[in-house]
């Protein structure tokens, strides 16, 4: 395999690996967000209902 060809597969695997671990880490955050959210109304729901 000549250096070339070597780089740029090499890029082109770490250009790959890098894209999907950040779709990835896009998409659990998103769902974090959501829950985080919705257990913020459901606690908001719960202290109006308290007073």
Request: with cysteine; aromatic share 12%.
């Amino acid at each position: 395999m000549n250096a070339p060809l070597f780089w740029k597969l090499l890029t082109a695997f770490c250009l790959l690996w890098y894209g999907t671990i950040t779709v990835y880490v896009a998409i659990r955050g998103a769902r974090d967000i959501r829950e985080m959210l919705r257990r913020l109304k459901e606690n908001r729901r719960s202290v109006r209902s308290d007073e």
